[in-house]
């Protein structure tokens, strides 16, 4: 493997590994009123088109990054759809 396809599979790994704090956050808590609904639906469409140009393209890194960053956003994006319409716990403290 190339440098250059190291360099890609690093950026790739940084920039994919950043959806797992809000995909495992979403999914454990099931709360997601604070997370854009356009923006996640917007970054799921995304990265499936970059996955797409990827595979086209035979270019490993962006085929690893953006089938999982699709994953993972696929999953805040679900987690959104389902849970934005249950009804505020309230404490009473």
Not at 42 to 51: K, Q
Not at 70 to 77: E, P
């Amino acid at each position: 493997m190339d440098a250059l396809t190291l360099l890609g599979l690093a950026g790739a790994a940084c920039t994919t590994s950043s959806f797992l704090p809000q995909a495992v956050k979403s999914w454990k808590t099931k709360k997601t009123e604070d997370i854009s609904l356009g923006m996640y639906a917007l970054i799921v469409v995304g990265t499936f088109l970059w996955l797409i140009y990827g595979i086209i393209k035979h270019d490993i890194p962006l085929m690893a990054a953006n089938s999982i960053s699709f994953v993972l956003g696929g999953l805040i994006l679900y987690c959104k759809i389902k849970y934005s319409n249950r009804p505020a716990l309230i404490k009473n403290d």
